[in-house]
């Protein structure tokens, strides 16, 4: 701050000198308004910076000749020699002001006092103005503090807002900072496409927010716009400010569930599997039907093509629905295995279950109750420990397995965790050598090892001790979850116990995907990773110096380019776009020569032939007939960081199974 | 690709891509002050002396405009209605210094199509906020 005031103490003086100077030329020509007003601005300029600098009494001084001056600006006052005069009195008092300030003697308070009195009786009125106060203390939203409440706002912007420079969306971020936000946007103002003004704001928010924060510190996030928009702030209930236990909203939910028996009615499964089937059918034959209409440039034709799409959309999405199952009927039946196997095997074992009510297609979810046995079999045989043992290495008696389900994109991953011992990772490595898994003097991270039980042939051969840890056909899990299109993921704590975590796609049969080209190819990506589009010029290609990052809105987003990735032939273009997608590593891109739009996407298996290549998920058949692959942008990320992060040569090295999966798939792309 | 991120050419690169800010006002120190806040925040401050010299610096890319009202040669008001006009700049947030006194003016700004205002005097932390509460 101390530069800050110096510099303020130089500018003062030099408008002091200007000031003076605007005083005597106005003396020569009284009625020139170039002249008051260039008096004005100097004396504002003290005014203002001098209060910012903390020169409250310079401030508050220079304030009362200003308004003096604002007068004379609008004709309210008449220059007068006495004015003049004591104007330049004035400076001269503001000149002592900072030279005090410098510690070169003290400013006489009586003189500014007596030179305040006479502009008083100059300007002919009582000053009713309020010289400025000092500087508004923070008052920083009460933040937390106070019971948390619901809060109901209706934010509408003007309809220019957007032109004005506000973000709505910032707005929103800064009430999430608040507290929990529950946003509900309100498109009823939207109108039809030919008559939209894509500079308009037609979109109004209904937001519930919970928070102990002050309601004016929500009215001060709205500060900017509040006074051109409608804006209302309401306690969602007066009556109860604190937040009512949600017991009204499920007795709501439970009661039509009672009736609920005559409105459901069983159906076979095979039934429900034909269905799917068909609109899978249906929804191939679509995207012929679109391929055609947008060749035929019939309106006719396209607007039966599109009715056609939207339908076939719901119909998808509504028969998908049928067959999505909660988990908690598979994750209940644990229960009696681990009881069970507590038993025989004389170890107490708690099962724990969470995101029972997540849901996953019966299919998925039918073909998942083998690995998930083979997982909690593992734990309980092999990663926990007897009671004795874990008393003895200070762990409670009663041993935990967990089972968790959370949503995650199109995604939906299962863990199965134990409190036990955790795998012994020397003994792991041992097994690998002598399998010929990796080489003896590979250089491999804790991570890596704990990944080798996942190898195919690992420890198939016999039944590993209990010594070495375990590893019990777990490539026979790997194998069953892969042929679901799903990953698995091992992680070890020493003593503390194993998490292993399956990575399941939501159904096997149909997503919603975004159509992009590479060349001559076409890929798919899945919609439910992706957040938005952004376009990649050359200009923006040399801006990075030939780094792959992408500057989306200001963030600096990696990308991959899908040409160069899968050794694609033939020149990139000009212009290229790329997907941003959301990844367990972060935001990545994927840089590609033509976004082409949104498309229902049948996944078609590859093929044992291409069960190694993990970047594609799977292929679907486009309405030309030609086939486009489904990328996983997850595992495409991982590759590639792989990729980046250590040689190709080191991994040959380590002896692990080749996973670069581009030479592969250059090679195997052509005969699909 | 993470690590690409840490390197000193993305460390150049991220300056290059930082925000910028033109900071228009007559008063020197000012300037000075909203010039090493922000900066010191990361952010790319671009100076104007007035509005004049302001509409002369909008040709290469602003994200965000914190403009005076009272400056010779064009004031505030007149910067505000400049900058609107020119379609390179739509929808940038334009903020004005304001002082208490000054409750018509500010009317004026925001009609003119100023997005916010900072009463003066306004210490850094108030200006911090302001800039990250519009362009983040």
Sequence with gaps: MIDHRQAFLDEARELLVELESALLELDQSRNDPEIVARAFRALHTIKGSGAMFGFEDISGFAHHLESAFDQLRKGQLTVTADLINLSLGAADQIKKMLDAATGQGAADTSRSEAILTELRFLRGAPDAERPPSPAPTETAPALGRGPVRDWRIRFRPAPGALLNGTNPLRLLGELRELGELRVHVDTAAIPSLSEMDPERCYLAWDLVLATGAEPAAIRDVFIFVENDCELSIQPADPAAPVRPAPRAAASEVRRPAAGASTSSIRVSADKLDQLVNLVGELVTVQARLGAVAARREDPEVRAVSEEIDRLTSSLRENSMSIRMLPLRATFERFRRLVHDLGAELHKHVELTVEGADTELDKTVIDQLNDPLVHLIRNSMDHGIETPEARLAAGKPATATVHLAAQHSGANVLIRVSDDGRGLDVEAVRARAIEQGLIQAGAQLSEAEIVSLILAPGFSTAREVTDVSGRGVGMDVVRRNVEALRGSLEVASKPGAGVTVTLRLPLTLAIIDGLLVRVGEDYFVLPLANSLECVELTGQDIDAAHGNHLANVRGQLVPYIRLREYFRMEGERPEREQVMVVETDQGRYGFAVDQVLGDHQTVIKNLGRLYRNVHVVSGATILGDGTVALILDPQRVVSEAMQIQGKGAAQRHEAGLPAKDARNQITAERQPI | ?136
């Design chain 2, 1 to 136: 690709m993470r690590v690409l991120t840490h390197s000193p050419v993305s460390m150049r690169l991220e300056k290059v891509l930082s925000k910028v800010i033109l900071a228009v006002d007559d008063s020197a120190s000012v300037r000075q002050m909203v010039k090493f806040t922000l900066s010191d925040a990361g952010y790319t401050v671009i100076e104007a002396v007035d509005g004049k010299d302001a509409l002369t610096k909008l040709t290469g890319p602003v994200n965000m405009v914190i403009t005076d009202l009272n400056m010779p040669n064009l004031d505030g008001i007149g910067l505000i209605r400049g900058v609107r006009a020119n379609p390179a700049c739509k929808g940038i947030p334009i903020v004005m210094l304001t002082t208490e006194s000054q409750e018509s003016r500010k009317q004026e700004g925001r009609q003119a199509g100023a997005t916010g205002w900072i009463v003066k005097p306004f210490t850094t932390q108030q200006l911090l906020a302001v800039v990250k509460r519009l362009i983040g």
